[in-house]
């Protein structure tokens, strides 16, 4: 597995960001079955930055917690099994890893969301991570079936890694 991590702010996180990435990963990839290694990026901004990014791309002018950007469309959500190794436009040339796209996160809209929900900044970060993770593989929340089901496996993998709001 290869990830990609950059902070474009100042600040120092207080935690292994890439333990954790490394672990969640890990875990979609068991949970989904993945036959491939595969490769993300993450990145670390503010409010503002993620604002532009969200207007850009979405055509919603505001701040958001994290965004998403899939390598990869899915008719199911999780079926890794559409995706075959001779499929190039889905691999890195120079890995040979499937390509799972980029996630953004707001660490001012973590910080505020941790407070918000009660827990820690780590785990809102974790929570972060594996929602976006999720969408990477497909998943979304538009109906009320997509965010249940989402919901779902945000907390089995969360719960599974071992960060829950009651061990924080």
Do not use: C, W
């Not at 099994?81 to 190039?88: L, R, V």
């Not at 785990?123 to 993770?133: D, P, Q």
Request: aromatic share 10%; no cysteine.
């Amino acid at each position: 597995m290869t990830f990609y991590v950059e902070n474009e702010t100042e600040e120092q996180l207080s935690f292994d960001v890439d333990k954790l990435i490394s672990t969640l990963t890990n875990e979609l990839i068991r949970t989904f079955d993945i036959p491939y290694e595969v490769s993300l990026n993450v990145s670390f901004t503010d409010d503002e930055t993620i604002r532009n990014i969200n207007k850009e791309f979405r055509g919603i002018d505001r701040a958001t917690d994290v965004l998403s950007f899939p390598a990869i469309e899915f008719e199911t959500p999780g079926d890794f099994s559409i995706i075959q190794k001779d499929s190039f436009e889905y691999f890195d040339p120079d890995t040979k890893e499937l390509i799972l796209g980029d996630i953004m996160i707001s660490l001012e809209h973590a910080h505020s969301q941790a407070l918000e929900y009660g827990h820690s900044f780590k785990r809102e970060i974790a929570f972060l991570i594996t929602h976006s993770l999720l969408h990477l593989s497909g998943f979304d929340h538009e109906t009320e079936n997509e965010r249940t089901v989402m919901e779902d496996y945000q907390r089995k993998i969360l719960d599974t890694v071992g960060i829950t709001r009651e061990t924080d």
